[in-house]
């Protein structure tokens, strides 16, 4: 049985897990530190026209502005009314965003102009002309029922609506009515765009529940299990309003000792996204590391020694790691590129069948995912469309002793780069004094070993260097305070 389970008992982090029987299958971290921004509306204002970009910049309220492609710009913004040749962006315009793609560490977020209003059943689009279109997870005998369906909804010209997965099994009725409110809502956004001045909010996607129940309830879902009054108590409300009666019937307030994930014994799965490697289990293993570029998977098959050759290893091997991968991008909320380092397999059959495993483990995942074919090096690229923020996002920072990179250097190496740095700084003139701050292994090294330089760099710029231990300084870190003549 497919169930969703919400826990909700401690305030700072809401989490949503997917699971088939005890068997984890996705999950959804909400929590304070990064709060969601993806599809908010903005009144911006253009700070900068890049035409080697083909974009533009637009400062929507945040600190770093928002990035918006000349193909995300509607013709109201563009087409000059007087002349049609003439294009009308300017620095200083004023003009309606919706956020794309969040912010991310230096990037800033990609806006829009083509506005979607998510509904329960359904997307409108109010400036996206005349598109009528189907969730591509639409498929079979529910495709031709909502195709049948979409002529008799009355969409105002100029306008386009995408029917999602929600809309499976629902009436005209409930269509017309999802409608109504969504164009309802259009208009109180125009009418707030006029008297609102730029840049500011207009419109903020950040109620959690209808976020959780708009992307993750699915007609297969059986079961909703919240260990939190509260949340439960809403959550029944907002079913209710919706008349999901399926749901509404189906919704369960846990109430026992034993933490709900562990008693569905999904909370060691969940550990394996925090890890950077993971056991399979016939033995083989999967390393996964992530840049600001890409994201590599290192197959291994480390203790599979169940095949008689090497071909029948490398495939097996192979074969299991991509069920945990797949399993693994959508616990983690991996995006942009995706790079395999599969374990070599001379047979062109045996690689088109690990493709055909990957595309079909891939095929329910919500968000858009290209593969391409394994080179002759082994390595099969993907991408995969970012959805939210990744697990590495919202649950970590930057370690404060390696500063992100993972590996500290040696005491010696550290202690050398900082006395050259130190001979650096006293190139400038007017050096008086220099207060160096440093953790107890670097002081101890510089104090005994390398005394006789330090004394040679204070005789040859004619200053003082004072070495401190600090106990708020840890191992590759330092602080270096000048006093001036």
């Keep these: 049985m497919k169930r969703m389970l919400i826990n909700a008992n401690q305030k700072e982090e809401l989490r949503i897990a997917l699971v088939d029987g005890q068997k ?30 083909e974009a533009v910049f637009v400062d929507y309220g945040s600190k770093k502005h928002g990035f918006l492609p000349f193909k995300e710009i509607s013709e109201e913004y563009i087409i000059n009314k007087n002349n049609k ?26 806006l829009t102009t083509f506005v979607s209003l998510v509904g329960n ?30 002529p008799h909804l009355k969409i105002p010209k100029n306008m386009g609506v995408i029917i999602r997965t929600s809309g499976i099994g629902k009436s005209i009725k409930i269509f017309k009515w999802d409608l109504a ?12 765009v006029k008297n609102k001045n730029a840049p500011c909010l207009i419109h903020q996607e950040n109620n959690i529940l209808t976020r959780i129940f708009k992307d ?90 169940k095949e008689t050759d090497i071909e029948k290893t490398a495939l097996n091997t192979n074969l ?26 001379s047979s062109t059959k045996n690689k088109k069948i690990v493709k055909k495993k990957i595309q079909k483990k891939t095929k329910k995942d919500k968000a858009k995912i290209k593969i391409g074919s394994i080179s002759k090096f082994g390595l099969l690229e993907m991408s995969r469309q970012r959805l939210h923020y990744s697990l590495q996002e919202s649950c970590y920072h930057k370690c404060l002793k390696c500063q992100g990179i993972g590996i500290i250097r040696n005491i010696e190496s550290l202690s050398l780069s900082i006395l050259r740095k130190l001979e650096n700084i006293l190139l400038k003139k007017n050096i008086k004094e220099i207060d160096l701050n440093t953790s107890l292994k670097v002081t101890l090294y510089l104090l005994n070993k390398k005394r006789k330089y330090l004394y040679q760099i204070e005789k040859n710029f004619k200053t003082k260097i004072n070495i401190n231990y600090s106990k708020k300084i840890k ?11």
Aim: with cysteine; proline share 2%; glycine share 4%.
């Design 24 to 53: 984890l299958y996705d999950l959804n971290i909400e929590n304070t530190v990064n709060k969601k921004k993806k599809l908010n509306i903005y009144k911006g204002i253009i700070t900068k026209i890049e035409p080697s970009l």
């Design 85 to 110: 040749n003439i294009n009308n962006l300017y620095v200083g315009q004023k003009i309606v965003v919706q956020i794309n793609k969040e912010q991310r560490k230096n990037k800033g977020a990609f």
């Design 121 to 150: 059943y359904l997307i409108l689009m109010p400036n996206n002309f005349n598109l009528e279109g189907i969730s591509r997870k639409i498929e079979g005998h529910n495709r031709l029922k909502i195709k049948k369906i979409l």
């Design 181 to 192: 409110i969504r164009l309802k809502y259009w208009k109180y956004i125009q009418k707030k």
């Design 216 to 305: 993750y309830l699915y007609y297969d879902i059986k079961q909703i299990i919240i260990d939190n009054k509260k949340i439960y108590t809403l959550s029944k409300n907002y079913l209710n309003k919706l008349g999901k009666k399926n749901f509404y019937k189906e919704i369960k307030y846990y109430d026992k000792k034993i933490p709900l994930f562990n008693y569905y014994q999904i909370e060691s799965q969940i550990l394996s996204a925090y890890k950077k490697e993971i056991r399979l289990p016939s033995g083989g293993s999967i390393i996964i590391e992530t840049t600001e570029a890409l994201t590599t998977i290192d197959i291994n098959s480390s203790k599979y020694t």
């Design 320 to 345: 299991e790691a991509i069920e945990e991968i797949t399993k693994q991008l959508r616990l983690r909320n991996i995006s942009g590129l995706i790079v395999i380092d599969c374990i070599d397999m």
């Design 475 to 485: 191992d590759s870190n330092f602080l270096i305070k000048i006093k001036k003549c």
